[in-house]
Structures are given as structure tokens and as C-alpha cells.
């Protein structure tokens, strides 16, 4: 029983903002209102269309798994609502005596964490587009411009060039800014010897990319052209060494280590890397104490950083897929040192 928009997009590559999708050896069923009927019944994709008003949402769910003759129901523990699973639990009662409830969370997600030939073409199709907008953004890149206009830039040449829109809010930060891993673009200006930051990703046919690159505007602070070296080596440790078979805590020690062996651990608060797929963070996380074991044609994203309050920040990121040797980079974009003058 499947109520997120990212599962129910996983299962029948249909996108509404509203439904749920019920799976059994015997049948599929996709449950929506009226908004949806013509695009759902389009290409059903093997599923029965059902249309319930909004008021009859759960009480259409709960027909819909007694038809199936369900007594044992997986939901998406990490994903649905209390109100959504007491009102569907609710509607069951006079229909299904005994039905019991399990979390199906994880095995959802280690069924997507696995991508297929498919998922790989639309993940290189979002990431062909994320680097055509990257390279949008760095055009602009002149002494005053702001961190939203770049911005804005780089969303206008996603869509242009094809994407759904951006996978996840752009990041685009100047100077100190880039010290926060995870800044809103606003009015800062750009001003010489700054580096600028970009963390973005389009999405395409439903599916992400994500990609960082850390560039300087004039001659920088040594301190900055220190760190952009350390991260770029402790990126491509991780890029050269990661393989199926190794654990996510393994893989992001190959960075980590590096780093504080720099003498900058303090200033590298998050994870080495994630999954990516219909959702921008999904399975699996290279972190610290993460012991899941990394699998053939998962892909993570590889992106250390370090970050100094009142200096600035430097992320490089990557996609790679896991193979059983070493990982295929999927991020065709140069991260050698660049200073824009």
C-alpha cells in the first residue's frame, strides 16, 4: 500500500498529487480523483484505474485491498501519515477481519536503492542537463552579480533544456556563504577573491542528479586554494577506492580520514555521499557508523567538503555507480582549480 508521490512516480512512472497505489502478485491498482482520470487511463501501464472522490480517498483503499483479499498489508512506515493510516485502518474494519499491518519501508527502498539500465539513462539525462545549466551559471560569473541571479539562471536553463525543473532548491553561495553548507541563494554580490559555490541538480523524466563544484573569482585566499586541494584528494579517494562489497562507513572513511588527517575534521559536519533516484536522498548514506553494504549498480553521490565560518567553504560532488571494480564517475564536468578572472 503506497501513498508518497516518489513510490507511487517509482511503480508506475505517473506523477499526481493525490492517490495510491496498491501492489499484490495478482494485480495493480492506482487510486485517484477525478483531476487525474484521462492522464491515468492514457497509459495504465497494467493497472486498474480507479477513480474516488477526495472525501471516499480511504474508504476507496479499503475496498480496494479487500477486493485483493489482503490479510497481511505492507505500508510505507517511513513515509505515511498517523491521520492517513488510522482513517485507512478505519474504513478496513467493517471489511477485513484480522488484517494485519507491517512496515514495508526498507523493502522498498533496497528494491530502488538497485537501479536498472532504465534508471541509468534518465540519471544521465538529468545530469547532461544539470551540466549545461552549470555551465549558465558560471557565465554570469562577473564583480557584482548576485547569488540569486545565478541562481535564477541555472533553473531557466534546466527547463529550457528539457528538465522536469530542478531536483531540489539550487545552492549558489558567495564568500563566506559557501561556509554553510546549505544556503539559500539571496542578495550577496560577488566581489574578487571570493569562491563561489554550486550545488545543483536537474531533474528529467523524473528522476535526479546532483552535482558541486567549488570555483574562485580572482586570486583567492591561500587558505581556500589549501582546502579545494584537500577535497578534491579526498574525493577522488573515495572515487578510486569504492566498490560493491564495502560498507558506506568504510567508503566515507576513505574521505574522512584524509581530511582529519589535514587537521580539518572539525570543519566536515556531514556525510561523504548519498543515494539518489525519483527522490534527490534515498539509500544509501555514506556515513559515519552507516554498516549497509554497498551493492553492484546502486549509485551514490561522492562530496566531501570542508567549511570555515567567515572565510567560505569548498564541496565537490560527483554521482558514481557502484560496480564490482572501481566506481564509474557519472559527472562529466572538470574539477581542476579554476579561477575566473
Known sequence: MILSESNRYYFSH??????????????????????????????????????????????????????????????????????????IKEALKPLIKGVKFVKGSAAVNSVRAIKSEEEFGFIAEAQRITARAYDAGIALLKAGVAEREVCAEIVFEMIRSGADGPAFDPIVSFGENAAKPHHSPGDKRLEKGMCV????????????????RTVFYCEPDPRLTEIYGIVKEAQGNILRHITAGMTCHEADSLAREYIKAKGYDAHFGHGSGHGLGVKIHEEPSLAPNVKTALQKDMIVTVEPGIYIPELGGVRIEDMARITEGEAVNLTNVKKELAIIK
Not at 40 to 48: C, R, T
Open 14 to 87: 505517473k506523477t499526481v498529487s493525490s492517490g495510491a497505489v496498491i501492489l499484490s502478485p495478482e494485480a495493480k491498482v492506482y487510486i485517484s480523483d477525478s483531476r487525474y482520470e484521462t492522464y491515468l487511463k492514457e497509459d495504465p501501464a497494467g493497472f486498474e484505474i480507479v477513480m474516488a472522490k477526495r472525501t471516499e480517498f480511504h474508504a476507496s483503499i479499503a475496498a480496494a485491498l479487500q477486493k485483493l483479499g489482503a490479510r497481511t498489508v505492507a505500508f510505507e512506515d517511513g513515509e505515511l501519515t498517523v491521520a492517513d493510516y488510522d482513517a
Open 197 to 212: 559555490m554550486i550545488d545543483i541538480g536537474a531533474k528529467a523524466k523524473g528522476y535526479c542528479a546532483d552535482m558541486t
